[in-house]
């Protein structure tokens, strides 16, 4: 028996509904995003969860930034959306499939990820409820090319959980991942009137510039941010010790209905490029 006929797999969505269905459709529509723009040698970036049509450039500048690096292995973390739980989620499936093509999960890395810590399971229900990660799967497929991924949700933003998530990430990647993306998939502002959303993601952006992982966690916590992908960030800047530059690329935003007007959610597009090889504590 064919053993790719045994591999679980994880279908889209949102496909049809955020970004098209049609593989041609779809590949045109992020030719249109790269077309003429340049390329860099990213390690992290973050990339934003929304419908193309208000956050396909911002998802697309963000892959870019990273397009020249040597990369074989793709990280996507992701906030639980939900319910939040103190767990950190892997997929049992696989294969993770939208119409630009099929990604294989690097079950090796899966393994030295999860080992034998418990707040760290595998349930596909989370995987299947979440669009944040699935969002990014087009890009990749696209700009990044053959590589494997690693899909990751995070259930809360605490300090504890953050901890585990970034040991975790040093059991697979070491504490100077080589060939490794890591995408943190984050919007910047929740959804709620245009002057406090951008005025949070002002203060978000100013916080992921200086690198302080525990202060964006705290921030996050109290509610001074809002961006949901906080703690996924917060846990590869300590893996590397806050060493990156970071590039505020491109920004968009949402416009509420006509019953809602004046409400918005901030996106950005953002890179980080590693200045020093870091430890972790």
Same mark, same amino acid.
């Given at each position: 028996?064919?053993?790719?006929?045994?591999?679980?797999?994880?279908?889209?969505?949102?496909?049809?509904?955020?970004?098209?269905?049609?593989?041609?459709?779809?590949?045109?529509?992020?030719?249109?995003?790269?077309?003429?723009?340049?390329?860099?040698?990213?390690?992290?970036?973050?990339?934003?969860?929304?419908?193309?049509?208000?956050?396909?450039?911002?998802?697309?500048?963000?892959?870019?930034?990273? =397009?020249?690096?040597?990369?074989?292995?793709?990280?996507?973390?992701?906030?639980?959306?939900?319910?939040?739980?103190?767990?950190?989620?892997?997929?049992?499936?696989?294969?993770?499939?939208?119409?630009?093509?099929?990604?294989?999960?690097?079950?090796?890395?899966?393994?030295?990820?999860? %080992?034998?810590?418990?707040?760290?399971?595998?349930?596909?229900?989370?995987?299947?409820?979440?669009?944040?990660?699935?969002?990014?799967?087009?890009?990749?497929?696209?700009?990044?090319? %053959?590589?494997?991924?690693?899909?990751?949700?995070?259930?809360?933003?605490?300090?504890?959980?953050?901890?585990?998530?970034?040991?975790?990430?040093?059991? =697979?990647?070491?504490?100077?991942?080589?060939?490794?993306?890591?995408?943190?998939?984050?919007?910047?502002?929740? *959804?709620?009137?245009?002057?406090?959303?951008? =005025?949070?993601?002002?203060?978000?952006?100013?916080?992921? #510039?200086?690198? %302080?992982?525990?202060?964006?966690?705290?921030?996050?916590?109290?509610?001074?941010?809002?961006?949901?992908?906080?703690?996924?960030?917060?846990?590869?800047?300590?893996?590397?010790? &806050?060493?990156?530059?970071? %590039?505020?690329?491109?920004?968009? &935003?949402?416009?509420?209905?006509?019953?809602e007007k004046g409400k918005i959610v901030? *996106?950005? =597009?953002?890179?980080?490029?590693?200045?020093?090889?870091?430890?972790? #504590?």
């Amino acid at each position: 028996m064919n053993n790719a006929k045994l591999k679980k797999m994880r279908k889209p969505i949102v496909q049809g509904i955020f970004y098209p269905s049609d593989k041609e459709k779809l590949s045109q529509l992020i030719d249109s995003y790269i077309q003429d723009k340049s390329r860099g040698q990213s390690n992290l970036i973050i990339s934003p969860h929304a419908g193309y049509s208000t956050t396909g450039q911002q998802m697309a500048d963000a892959f870019l930034s990273a =397009a020249s690096s040597d990369i074989h292995e793709v990280v996507i973390i992701s906030p639980v959306h939900r319910e939040e739980t103190d767990k950190i989620i892997l997929p049992q499936s696989s294969i993770f499939y939208t119409a630009a093509g099929e990604l294989e999960v690097n079950m090796k890395s899966l393994h030295l990820f999860k %080992d034998d810590d418990p707040s760290i399971i595998r349930d596909e229900i989370p995987h299947l409820e979440e669009h944040g990660i699935e969002d990014q799967l087009p890009f990749i497929s696209h700009i990044m090319g %053959d590589v494997k991924i690693l899909p990751v949700l995070l259930g809360k933003t605490t300090i504890s959980m953050v901890k585990k998530l970034t040991k975790a990430l040093r059991r =697979a990647y070491g504490s100077s991942p080589e060939n490794v993306l890591f995408v943190v998939t984050s919007n910047l502002s929740l *959804y709620e009137s245009e002057k406090n959303a951008l =005025a949070k993601a002002n203060r978000a952006l100013e916080l992921f #510039e200086k690198g %302080d992982w525990r202060e964006i966690c705290e921030q996050k916590r109290t509610g001074q941010i809002d961006a949901c992908g906080s703690g996924c960030l917060s846990a590869v800047l300590a893996l590397y010790d &806050k060493s990156f530059e970071m %590039d505020l690329i491109s920004r968009s &935003k949402s416009e509420g209905k006509e019953s809602e007007k004046g409400k918005i959610v901030s *996106y950005g =597009a953002v890179s980080f490029k590693e200045k020093c090889n870091g430890t972790i #504590e």
